[in-house]
């Protein structure tokens, strides 16, 4: 399938060469599967063209791949969540959300995914929390 879209797409790069007698003609007889009236050095010619958008095809599938592979690996946080709520002049614990599940900072540790079960946070607060099949419970 992708290799007749190339030769289609190649076929229509050709035209916009200003060749549509030669791409019209060649089309027309590649796709009833008659001999075409083309000469080697312009048959030479569509399947170089066509190699060429394969592997640019190739690299950008490629490409596009490595993206969705980083995509998916990246940290996105969706919501940053507050277990004790807004509380004026005071230092003020908050839990992030992420696509890879809930986080909290510790000191000496960094930035830490929560396995399931219960916790408090460490400022003056200290509310209790839980975190179940990854989710954020209070």
Known sequence: MIK???FVTSMFLLVGCGDYGTFHKYVDCALIGKNCPVNQDQFDDM??????????????DNRL?????????????TEVIDPCGDRAGSLDEVLLDTNQGVMAWYSGLGLTLLEDGNYRTTDRQRCSFSIVNGEYVK
């Open 65 to 77: 791949d490595a993206l969705e592979a980083a995509r998916q690996n990246e940290l996105v946080v």
């Open 4 to 6: 007749a879209f190339l």
């Open 47 to 60: 399947v170089e063209i066509i190699e060429e958008q394969t592997n640019d095809i190739e690299d950008l």
